[in-house]
């Protein structure tokens, strides 16, 4: 029994600890942070709790990883990690419903090579969410199986802590609620331990719902501005056939697990399968982005690996080898899609051979097919940019340099350059008006210069721009294949006095909005 016990948690351990390392041979190291990652470790600069774009737990982690200097690994040890964690959790969820180490290989397989490949080495908040819901699943199963009420708290403290990582576990509570209707456990309506765990959830939830309440609720403001630049292009038609591309090489698992749940054998666990309908709907509906529902997928994954092993007897045992080397064959086949493995150049010439860009994989927010994909392309040419900006900026005498911004575009131009930028007099200078970054210009704001970081010359109904005496083209991105070719370094010099309150009225705008 010991022995069986030790190799159970030798195979997990084994598991977690590739799932861990991974993506770091995987990725060619040309590749930088992705814009986002530069945004979320500025917040762990400026500790909160709340942000314009996510909630508090994020920048929790930045701020240790800014602690430990910042660099690439410390960047990426989160995603990592947690990504390891939600891979042990869902073996867990395996043994709990009856598994052994057949369904603990083909669960942690499907965690490890599918859609969370990428998703565990980028330091968004998604790998926080995929986090909580999996524990919200795990502690669902161990309350059906026990009858404890403890796990009910357990319950509450995931939904919580989800809330402090990503809004989007609203998603996953209301499913939660449905599939409690639906199914046998109905009758914990009744229960005052259920409401006990929703006010748990809600205390964990409450300094954010605070801050959203003064801060006028940003997340409804970044939630409309979402669905007018992204949102409204997303059919459900698309989003339904993007949950099985994600999960290319495993998609027939999670199925399984869905089908299973619905069998005699997994009915005391059709709960997890009336929460996964639920939320899919949910998110259809309201057009939700396809990655959205990816804390949904470890529990179809770890019934599914349950379910494979109860249908693969003896007589179809040779099976279960088949579905090992199908997951290992087509993970290998869509690599390439999954991570950027190879250079730039190499990469588009793949995708361009294999006729990619007819597919709709190299789409964009703008609607439009390019080289690589939006998010690979994110990676690229912030060094570039950053030593630039930083080099025109350092060559001004320094009396010019002490009056002088460098205003940014958008949240990633602004982070890279304060994550690359090598002297604080100026990372200190860099500024931008978009997302959380608002919140962090002084409000003394003053300056007679502006280096301008954008994609094109502000034109004329930018008004600012049109109170400077001169306006010079430093330089711009080169490097091919970035989402940031082209984008310019512009020099504005001496503002006037009119064009200078503009700027600080319009600042004060900005921000009172966000003000109660």
């Known amino acids: 029994m010991n022995q069986n016990k030790n190799l159970t948690w030798g195979l997990i351990i084994v598991l977690a600890i590739i799932k861990f390392i991974l993506p770091f041979f995987l990725q060619h190291p040309v590749y930088e942070l992705h814009r986002d990652e530069f945004l979320y470790l500025e917040q762990g600069h400026h500790l909160a709790w709340g942000y314009m774009e996510v909630p508090p737990m994020l920048s929790w982690l930045a701020w240790i990883s800014n602690f430990l200097g910042g660099n690439f690994f410390w960047v990426k040890f989160w995603p990592s990690l947690f990504g390891a964690l939600t ?12 598994g052994g180490l057949f369904s603990i290989l083909i669960s942690g397989l499907s965690i490890m090579l599918s859609a969370y490949l990428r998703l565990h080495f980028l330091f968004q908040a998604n790998f926080l969410e995929v986090f909580w819901w999996t524990m919200a699943a795990y502690f669902m199963i161990r309350f059906i199986n026990t009858n404890h009420i403890k796990y009910l708290y357990w319950i509450g403290f995931a939904f919580g802590c989800g ?126 982005k396809n ?106 005498p320094k009396q010019i340099k002490d009056s002088t911004i460098i205003y940014c575009r958008h949240y990633g131009q602004a982070g890279a350059l304060k994550y690359y930028g090598k002297q604080k007099d100026f990372t200190n200078h860099v500024i931008t008006d978009n997302g959380s970054f608002l919140q962090w210009i002084p409000n003394d704001l003053s300056f007679k210069h502006l280096i301008f970081i954008g994609r094109k010359i502000p034109e004329k109904d930018d008004e600012v721009f049109q109170h400077f005496e001169n306006v010079t083209v430093i330089d711009s991105v080169s490097y091919l294949h970035s989402r940031q070719l082209g984008d310019k370094i512009i020099f504005f010099e001496k503002i006037d006095a009119a064009g200078l309150k503009l700027a600080q009225d319009g600042l004060q705008q900005m921000k009172q909005e966000f003000i109660r």
């Open 87 to 98: 891979l042990m959790i869902t073996c867990r969820m395996v043994l709990e419903m009856g």
């Open 163 to 288: 809330w402090l990582a990503k809004n989007s576990v609203s998603f996953f509570i209301i499913g939660f609620g449905v599939a409690l209707l639906l199914t046998k456990h109905r009758h914990l309506f009744l229960n005052k331990h259920l409401y006990g765990a929703g006010a748990l959830a809600f205390l964990i939830a409450l300094p954010n719902l605070l801050w959203q309440y003064n801060h006028n609720w940003p997340l409804i403001h970044h939630m409309n501005e979402l669905r007018e630049t992204q949102l409204k292009y997303i059919n459900p038609a698309d989003f339904l056939k993007e949950q099985v591309l994600m999960f290319f090489a495993a998609f027939y698992i999670w199925i399984m697990g869905l089908i299973w749940l619905f069998t005699r054998a997994g009915k005391s666990y059709r709960l997890l399968a009336w929460i996964y309908l639920t939320v899919i709907l949910v998110l259809a509906i309201t057009s939700g």
């Open 291 to 396: 990655y959205y529902s990816l804390g949904a997928y470890p529990m179809l994954f770890a019934a599914g690996a349950v379910g494979l092993h109860q249908w693969t007897g003896k007589k179809l045992k040779w099976l279960r080898c088949v579905a090992v080397a199908l997951i290992l064959f087509l993970s290998w086949v869509v690599a390439p899609m999954s991570m950027p493995l190879w250079e730039p150049g190499k990469l588009a010439a793949f995708y361009k051979e294999k006729k990619l860009d007819e597919t709709g994989f190299l789409r964009w927010e703008d609607q439009q097919d390019h080289s690589l994909p939006q998010d690979f392309a994110d990676y690229l040419g912030w060094k570039e940019m950053a030593a630039k900006a930083e080099s025109f900026y350092q060559s001004l």
